[in-house]
């Protein structure tokens, strides 16, 4: 049996905790929808279900069955900021589960056939949220007439569904069945489905078609795009279309709850969504909780604001930094402060630019001696206890014990203070005069001063890099920080006139083989290690720099392979040689992981994780964990 039949199989399996079930005729009706019920303006839950909705079984996750109701509010900073209720409601076709696995959740199931033919199957009788059919049409009106439309997607298909520049065969099988086969392994297509901005191959044709030229009488398309008040109708069809920004209330959704306010606005109201496909195990429609109300405001009142009880879950805006007021705060508020582990791979890491335009700063860069002693030359115990109370990990830019790639080489490569050895290093390679300060000579003279660059946008960074500076100083190098705005950041190191930046570490410090290593090799400009060989690879060579250093070319070698490979074995083998690789090197060097990320928690609600990872993806914050099981007991305040 392949390893792409055993995952099959395996989403099979997850039924023991996310079951599938026969819709019941007895299920019980949500109380907030009983009017709409009863006037006739909503049909019945056993209705709105699909013929097998997903069973949620909440006592094999430690949680507790929920009561219906309530209200849950959220602080938010930015209109945009709405894009969360997508990421927090965490409905996707394929899903990562608590413990990192893949399980069919909009889908009843799906089946991989040597790494590049995936069958998906739809559940009979799931509905929109204006009650329409959710069907094999949605899957084709996106492929045909969004993602291969000239007007709608003038770079055609999204990347994630080209291999080697080649888009899939999309067929429909039936009304609840789709196949994508591609030429070769596609091991990205699943977990991009999985994503907290997920890869969406589906749209409500229904909806949109009254928007798009091939289906619209030209004189009612001229209409709408002139009420609209926009250029043409790929405009107005592109607004009316986001699903991942819900800005237009009309747009029907398959996610827990949808959003009711037009913007602008300084409140967005999300209500349940009527026709939600999962359940718990006695038939009870999801969500439990009736209502999201997003809240806007400055990002800098936030934690007051959550201070002063004026949000029931709030993680976003909020640092290790304010948790002692938050902890005082819970004595005068009804919420408790929690503490999850942000899984990055570093809190904050150094980025080393291999790509500086200065040829001798280039020189040492590329030295691996050079970046290993300043690795070694960093006291991360210092770090660890001044600014986090010791309550981190130091260790190096990889991946955390909660990973099953973890090992501890990788998190203690070149990790671990050693003045001595540094400085030998520095010796070694020939960096071995000093000037009256102390601080090192370069090959040209130069002192050994290295500007790193910051966003600006960290009081944790500054504070990291004071620390830094003093134990470099004792190896003779000095260090200065240089802020500047994100977008000027970004350009200098992309223009190679940063020598070393400063940023998170790996965005997935808890991946799985399935999960792709994109970012231990040269892949995307955005890498502020070698932005140049990224651009290279990104572009096929049309842009960028060819890498000229061996390893990371190795990397890149690495990277390829996996996207080739078709076993789970495969793909472990390869993520091992990838880490073992990037640390050893030191492409980057990171200083702790395993950071805290305050989480301020209703005391009336439920079902929130006393523990938990907060991470971006995989983890989508909060939605791994399922808000639309989270529940409030009004019952009781402490």
């Known amino acids: 049996m392949t390893a792409w039949r055993r995952m099959a199989r395996g989403c099979l399996a997850a039924a023991f905790v996310f079951g599938f079930a026969s819709r019941a005729a007895g299920a019980p009706e949500v109380p907030f929808l009983a009017g709409q019920v009863a006037a006739g303006r909503l049909p019945a839950v056993s209705e709105r279900l699909p013929a097998e909705p997903r069973v949620i079984d909440l006592e094999a996750l430690g949680r507790t069955p929920g009561r219906y109701g309530g209200r849950l ?147 009612r398309l001229a209409a709408l795009v002139k009420a609209a008040k926009v250029r043409d109708w790929v405009s107005l069809h592109v607004r009316k279309a986001r699903q991942y920004r819900p800005e237009n209330p009309d747009l029907p959704t398959l996610q827990p709850w949808l959003n009711t306010t037009r913007p602008p606005s300084q409140q967005f109201i999300f209500t349940r969504n009527p026709y939600f496909h999962r359940t718990d195990k006695s038939g009870r429609q999801l969500p439990y909780i009736d209502e999201v109300v997003f809240n806007l405001g400055s990002t800098k009142i936030i934690p007051a604001k959550v201070g002063a009880g004026e949000s029931d879950l709030q993680a976003r805006y909020l640092r290790f930094n304010h948790f002692t007021f938050l902890k005082e705060s819970e004595k005068r508020q009804n919420f408790t402060v929690r503490l999850w582990r942000i899984a990055r791979g570093a809190q904050i890491a150094l980025f080393p630019n291999l790509n500086a335009r200065d040829p001798v700063w280039r020189k040492l860069m590329g030295n691996r001696k050079f970046r290993r002693a300043l690795s070694l030359g960093i006291n991360r115990r210092e770090i660890n206890m001044v600014i986090y109370f010791g309550l981190t990990r130091e260790s190096a830019n990889s991946v955390l014990p909660q990973s099953p790639l973890f090992r501890e080489s990788y998190q203690k490569a070149w990790a671990e203070y050693d003045e001595e050895g540094a400085n030998a290093l520095l010796d070694e390679i020939g960096l071995d005069k000093r000037n009256d300060d102390g601080i090192r000579l370069m090959p040209d003279g130069r002192p050994l001063v290295i500007i790193v660059d910051t966003a600006g946008e960290s009081t944790e960074q500054t504070d990291m890099l004071e620390l830094v500076r003093d134990s470099w100083k004792r190896i003779g190098v000095k260090l200065v920080a240089r802020s500047s705005q994100r977008d000027v950041f970004r350009s200098r190191v992309f223009s190679g006139h940063t020598i070393m930046s400063v940023w998170t570490g790996l965005e997935n410090g808890v991946p799985t083989s399935s999960m792709s290593p994109w970012e231990l090799a040269p892949t995307r400009q955005s890498q502020l290690q070698w932005p140049m060989w990224g651009q290279y690879f990104a572009t096929e060579g049309r842009a960028g720099e060819k890498p000229d250093d061996p390893g990371a070319g190795r990397l890149a070698e690495l990277m390829m392979a996996w996207k080739r490979s078709t076993s789970k074995q495969e793909r472990t083998e390869i993520w091992h040689r990838m880490l073992a690789l990037y640390t050893d090197q030191v492409y980057s060097i990171g200083v702790i992981n395993g950071a805290l990320q305050p989480v301020v928690v209703s005391n009336t609600l439920k079902n929130v994780p006393e523990k938990g990872f907060y991470n971006w993806n995989p983890g989508a914050y909060f939605g791994i964990y399922m808000p639309d099981s989270f529940w409030f007991d009004t019952r009781k305040t402490r």
């Open 73 to 219: 509010r959220m602080l938010m900073g930015k209109q945009k900021d709405i894009r969360m209720m997508t990421v927090f409601g965490y409905a996707r076709l394929v899903g990562f589960t608590p413990d990192l696995r893949l399980a069919p959740d909009i889908l009843k199931s799906f089946e991989v056939t040597e790494g590049r033919i995936f069958t998906l199957r739809l559940r009979k009788g799931h509905k929109w949220s204006d009650g329409r059919p959710f069907t094999a049409e949605d899957f084709r009106y996106f492929w045909e007439d969004i993602a291969n439309n000239k007007f709608l997607s003038r770079a055609g298909p999204p990347p994630a569904m080209l291999v080697n520049g080649k888009p899939p065969v999309f067929e429909v099988i039936d009304e609840t069945t789709v196949r994508y086969t591609w030429d070769r392994p596609n091991p990205d297509f699943l977990t991009a489905l999985a994503g907290a901005r997920p890869l969406y191959i589906y749209a409500p044709a229904h909806y949109l078609k009254k928007f798009h030229a091939s289906y619209q009488k030209p004189a």
